[in-house]
């Protein structure tokens, strides 16, 4: 009831930017889609912290909902089956795509350090 009444103030068209912090749960899009209905946006920056197929999918749907022209993602870690696959998905349905992703840590960033180091002892 509370997001029905606050998508009637919104309006119908939103050009500029709609960000959303740590976004990526189906409960957040299902308030999402809930909030802006069919609002219409030219820009969307978001930030998700797990893109997962499942996210990837719906993401997708909302940009086909509300008519996203560019797509700005802040993606801290990426769990697709086929990220290729996906980006090529994305781009296809918005006239510019930038993707963000912020520089490992904790495991991750060991897990490529050791990668580098033994690609170094293969070299002559």
Do not use: W
Not at 6 to 21: A, N, W, Y
Not at 25 to 42: I, N
Not at 47 to 54: Q, Y
Not at 66 to 73: A, C, R
Request: hydrophobic residues 35%; glycine residues 4%; proline residues 2%.
């Amino acid at each position: 009831a509370m997001l029905g009444h606050l998508s009637q103030c919104i309006g119908r068209r939103i050009e500029h930017t709609v960000f959303i912090s740590d976004y990526g749960t189906q409960s957040d899009f299902e308030a999402l889609s809930e909030l802006l209905g069919t609002t219409q946006f030219g820009e969307l920056r978001i930030t998700i912290a797990r893109l997962s197929d499942e996210v990837a999918d719906q993401l997708l749907s909302e940009i086909e909902r509300h008519n996203v022209l560019k797509l700005t993602l802040l993606v801290r870690e990426v769990t697709c089956s086929n990220p290729a696959s996906m980006l090529i998905k994305l781009s296809s349905h918005v006239q510019s795509l930038h993707i963000d992703q912020p520089h490992l840590c904790g495991k991750q960033q060991k897990k490529k350090q050791q990668r580098k180091k033994n690609n170094n002892l293969c070299r002559f």
